[in-house]
């Protein structure tokens, strides 16, 4: 399969996604304070500056995008084959390196995939149980 977009568009559309406030990390979050737990964001000087932080629970979230982080419901793209598996090689192995970097420190991360935000109560029973043990 061809991509129907010339380089250039598909360089404009490619450069409108976002790594904060995504829609998925918004229903995480919006979860998340509905449970009554509160929160800090995108701290900087963790590993891979996760995206909700509980820093008396030593506790970290991270909301991935099952597409860019490599998750079993996405398939590669048909073109720029080599491209595409080098990049999601590289991202899949970079979240392996800073969710062991997290555990090294005393945090315990949660990996909360895209497609499991929409299912709102498996979400808040997946969320709950974290943050409750």
Same mark, same amino acid.
């Given at each position: 399969?061809?991509?129907? +977009?010339?380089?250039?568009?598909?360089?404009? /559309?490619?450069?409108?996604? =976002?790594?904060?406030?995504?829609?998925?990390?918004?229903?995480?979050?919006?979860?998340?304070?509905? *449970? !009554?737990? =509160?929160? =800090? +964001?995108?701290?900087?000087? #963790?590993?891979?500056?996760?995206?909700?932080?509980?820093?008396?629970?030593?506790? /970290?979230?991270?909301?991935?995008?099952?597409?860019?982080? !490599?998750?079993?419901?996405?398939? %590669?793209?048909?073109?720029?084959?080599?491209?595409?598996?080098?990049? #999601?090689?590289?991202? /899949? %192995?970079?979240?392996?390196?800073?969710?062991?970097? *997290?555990?090294? +420190? !005393?945090?315990?991360? +949660? /990996?909360?995939?895209?497609?499991? %935000? =929409?299912? *709102?109560?498996?979400?808040?029973?997946?969320?709950?149980?974290?943050?409750?043990?």
């Amino acid at each position: 399969m061809v991509d129907h +977009l010339t380089p250039e568009q598909r360089h404009v /559309v490619m450069s409108k996604i =976002r790594s904060k406030d995504t829609l998925p990390e918004r229903v995480v979050r919006k979860t998340v304070h509905g *449970l !009554g737990f =509160r929160f =800090r +964001l995108h701290r900087k000087d #963790l590993p891979g500056k996760p995206d909700l932080v509980f820093p008396r629970m030593k506790k /970290v979230i991270f909301v991935n995008g099952c597409f860019w982080h !490599g998750h079993k419901c996405k398939s %590669t793209p048909k073109s720029n084959v080599e491209f595409w598996e080098e990049k #999601l090689r590289r991202n /899949v %192995t970079r979240d392996k390196k800073k969710l062991r970097d *997290l555990r090294k +420190l !005393g945090w315990t991360p +949660l /990996v909360v995939w895209e497609c499991r %935000t =929409r299912n *709102l109560e498996k979400l808040e029973a997946i969320l709950s149980h974290f943050l409750e043990r």
